[in-house]
């Protein structure tokens, strides 16, 4: 299980605690980090869109919902899903056992290729975690 501090160098964070990694392909994954998984406690049903779909910055794309509350996901960057998550419709408590692998969520191709890089470093998201705190 992901511990509230962990927050990995080689990833880029959003202020709604996703997580994005640029992959060789230029394409993003995304995901919930592990602070946002731990406030949420057991993940029970995770909403994704359709591959396809497009999605806008900072708009929603999906929803998760744990034992204690539903939560909307949003985009990091505005670009085409071209990959969803689908083991986690059967086993959405991935997200809680391994946010930043097995519980991955989408794969966007951004409209910009840049834009990944305009998101939070790791030490940026550490330090929005101690102001709210």
């Known amino acids: 299980m992901a511990t509230?501090?962990?927050?990995?160098?080689?990833?880029?964070y959003?202020?709604?605690?996703?997580?994005?990694?640029?992959?060789?392909?230029?394409?993003l994954t995304v995901g919930?980090?592990?602070?946002?998984?731990?406030?949420?406690?057991?993940?029970?049903?995770v909403e994704l869109p359709p591959q396809g779909t497009r999605v806008a910055a900072k708009q929603p794309f999906g929803v998760v919902e744990s034992v204690k509350?539903?939560?909307?996901?949003?985009?990091?960057v505005s670009g085409q899903v071209t990959a969803i998550n689908a083991s986690l419709q059967d086993s959405p408590e991935q997200v809680n056992a391994d946010p930043y692998?097995?519980?991955?969520?989408?794969?966007?191709?951004?409209?910009?290729?840049?834009?990944?890089?305009?998101?939070l470093t790791a030490q940026a998201y550490g330090a929005l975690l101690k102001e709210h705190h």
């Open 4 to 12: 509230n501090n962990e927050i990995p160098d080689n990833l880029h």
């Open 14 to 27: 959003t202020p709604d605690h996703e997580w994005a990694r640029l992959e060789n392909d230029g394409t």
């Open 32 to 45: 919930i980090t592990a602070f946002a998984a731990s406030q949420l406690g057991d993940v029970v049903f």
């Open 69 to 76: 509350s539903v939560s909307d996901l949003f985009a990091p």
């Open 101 to 119: 692998g097995q519980g991955w969520m989408i794969r966007i191709h951004p409209d910009d290729p840049q834009a990944g890089n305009a998101l």
